[in-house]
């Protein structure tokens, strides 16, 4: 039995990643999930005892991937509009165009662990949150701290700072 080709999302992740000489730890690491779950979603395969079976990414995972990398939303939204879909949401939240290359150093065992042993200490809202992808999507904007804050809170559906509601546009809402 002959490999499945990876999907076009795979293709283009590790392409993006290749040519901007990030490893597949460091992404893997500022993405949240693991350096295993990195390199099956780029092969677009997953073996286990001698099975082979194709892996999908979750939109949410693609568009965190996406933005550790540097990849613009409209690329992306060539092979996944729904990952594009998310990653042009974070970024209309956010104010900026696109979703862009967090800081590196950021250390994580997989989806559900915040990131330890980091040079970076994360506010403890982003590390209460963590296992949320639309949270780490929202961090690795290339916007200020307290942005990136204010958005967490209003994807979460928490009160702003001055104790009123913000409501979400839909991004992982709550309300």
């Not at 000489?21 to 997953?46: C, H, L, Q, V």
């Not at 290359?101 to 065992?109: L, S």
């Amino acid at each position: 039995m002959t490999t499945p080709e990876p999907p076009p999302e795979a293709i283009l992740i590790r392409r993006v990643r290749q040519a901007r000489r990030i490893s597949t730890a460091d992404a893997a690491r500022a993405a949240g999930i693991s350096k295993p779950w990195w390199s099956m979603i780029e092969s677009g395969t997953s073996t286990r005892h001698g099975v082979t079976k194709p892996v999908t990414a979750k939109p949410e995972v693609l568009a965190s991937m996406a933005a550790v990398i540097g990849l613009s939303a409209e690329r992306m939204r060539e092979v996944r509009p729904d990952a594009a879909d998310i990653m042009d949401e974070a970024a209309e939240l956010s104010g900026t165009a696109s979703a862009s290359i967090p800081k590196m150093g950021v250390r994580g065992r997989g989806t559900t662990t915040p990131p330890e042993e980091s040079p970076v200490m994360l506010p403890r809202l982003v590390a209460e949150n963590w296992h949320d992808a639309n949270v780490r999507v929202v961090w690795s904007l290339n916007t200020s701290e307290e942005s990136r804050l204010a958005l967490i809170r209003r994807l979460l559906g928490l009160p702003d700072e001055n104790g009123g509601q913000l409501r979400s546009s839909g991004l992982g809402s709550r309300a």
